[in-house]
């Protein structure tokens, strides 16, 4: 007796699936470096957002406290009072902690400053001064 099976089975072959990777691949790398560079592009808007936001935080302490943090205090002034100032009346910043810029550096702040009453600037994603596209320096002055 023969058994037969009519029923025929359902599935992809391999060379479909390659063909599906094939073409899947060749989009990633077709989006992906545009995608990358908007990023980069991001990361200098949102550190000028943040410099700005740390800027109008540091005008707020000024007000309080009638000037503006030394180079010693940093900008840690905006989050916790200094121990010889009397009218704090932070904290300036919703977080409790100063944020870093979005390349995760530090940002740089001197009081009083060479450009006004305070520069407050980041290097960008190189780290060092100068620089074009992402490497450009973010700061408060321009």
């Known amino acids: 007796m023969r058994i037969t099976y009519k029923q025929k089975e359902k599935g992809f072959t391999l060379l479909e699936l390659l063909v599906v990777l094939g073409i899947i691949a060749m989009l990633a790398g077709i989006v992906g470096p545009q995608v990358m560079k908007h990023m980069g592009a991001s990361k200098t808007k949102a550190a000028k957002v943040q410099v700005e936001d740390l ?71 190189d780290g060092k001064e100068g620089g074009e596209g992402e490497d450009q320096d973010i700061n408060s002055w321009e």
């Not at 005008?59 to 009638?66: E, F, Q």
């Not at 989050?79 to 704090?88: M, N, Q, Y």
């Not at 100063?98 to 009453?117: I, L, N, T």
């Open 55 to 125: 800027s109008a935080a540091l005008d707020m302490y000024k007000l309080d406290v009638g000037k503006y943090p030394t180079s010693e205090q940093g900008l840690s002034a905006l989050v916790e009072k200094p121990a010889d100032i009397s009218r704090w009346n932070g904290p300036y910043l919703r977080k409790v902690k100063v944020p870093q810029d979005p390349w995760v550096q530090a940002y740089h702040y001197a009081s009083p400053g060479q450009h006004g009453k305070f520069d407050l600037y980041s290097f960008g994603a």
